[in-house]
């Protein structure tokens, strides 16, 4: 990606939103700043020009020239901060917050008609597109998104989103082949086409409405003896003990429904999850150079005890 693909895109899309001339978008006599200002507005119980110029990343002296005119206008007010008697609270009056309405409601027709065009099997893929550029440049998780994220049972289609997930991002950051889209897809398969919901299940891990993460927890073919497979957690939920919770469910699982050894195979590289694993109590127990997926890689089996003391 170069600085020229990144403009390109910019002015496409202002284009495409009408943002050079936002006021005849909407039929409205506001510019695309004003009517950003006045959204705020309408979504803030106390605030104040200082909070506005911060949140809109405004000039002062412009902010200023915009509030002055709304008041002119009849459509805000200004009363001394409850937060400090040094700033003057800003709120939108009845007429306000009648303009702010009236500017949302075209806002939204505006998005739908532009959304009508996009084809239903197609705005999942623009919607994941918009997520990953905003995440990527700097609009990621809050830091408590691991409190935020739900641990649920798969919803319909969730298993194939593990197969897709697991295989792209293998691909990219391991360098993985489809043969291992293949094994996912086998994995996944079996468990949906034969298992027993009191000693096997499948973990999905949800925030800001899609999934993020996912674990499995199946039978192993030693007697007792449980497998955790497929663990998985988004590139931007990362850091936030998702995984950590999804590894605590595997386990706390097995052990309540009274496997004796909880066991999973993982390869060298990765090294983020066999720390995690260490950290809930796994031993390694094996491991061996073999050839997979398209790359020279060195499988190891873990395996932990669950009679044993836990984490």
Not at 88 to 117: I, M, Q
Not at 207 to 213: H, M, N, T
Not at 254 to 270: C, K, P
Request: glycine share 10%; aromatic share 8%; charged share 30%.
């Amino acid at each position: 990606m170069t600085v020229q693909d990144v403009r390109a895109f910019n002015r496409f899309y202002t284009n495409l939103i009408g943002a050079l001339d936002y006021g005849r978008r909407l039929y409205a006599p506001y510019t695309l700043t004003e009517a950003r200002v006045l959204y705020e507005l309408a979504h803030s119980t106390d605030t104040d020009a200082a909070d506005l110029r911060a949140d809109l990343a405004l000039d002062a002296g412009y902010l200023s020239r915009i509030l002055n005119r709304f008041e002119e206008a009849g459509l805000i007010e200004r009363a001394p901060s409850r937060k400090d008697p040094r700033r003057r609270r800003v709120s939108l009056t009845p007429a306000g917050r009648s303009a702010a309405g009236l500017l949302d409601e075209r806002a939204r027709e505006s998005v739908a008609s532009l959304l009508g065009a996009v084809g239903p099997g197609e705005r999942s893929r623009l919607a994941e597109a918009m997520r990953t550029i905003r995440t990527i440049l700097g609009d990621g998780p809050a830091p408590d998104a691991a409190d935020e994220a739900v641990l649920r049972e798969p919803h319909p289609g969730d298993l194939g989103w593990i197969v897709q997930r697991n295989a792209a991002l293998y691909a990219a950051e391991y360098g993985f082949n489809a043969d291992y889209e293949g094994l996912v897809a086998r994995i996944v398969a079996d468990y949906a086409e034969d298992h027993d919901p009191h000693l096997e299940r499948t973990w999905i891990a949800e925030w800001a409405g899609r999934p993020v993460g996912c674990v499995m927890c199946v039978r192993d073919d030693a007697p007792g003896t449980a497998r955790l497979r497929l663990l998985l957690v988004e590139p931007e939920a990362r850091g936030f003990g998702i995984g950590d919770r999804l590894v605590g469910a595997v386990v706390d699982f097995a052990r309540g429904v009274g496997y004796r050894d909880l066991v999973l195979w993982t390869n060298d590289i990765l090294s983020s999850a066999r720390r995690l694993y260490q950290r809930h109590g796994f031993v390694l127990s094996a491991e061996k150079p073999h050839r997979s997926f398209g790359q020279d890689l060195v499988g190891q089996d873990w395996r932990l005890d669950l009679h044993g003391t836990g984490r």
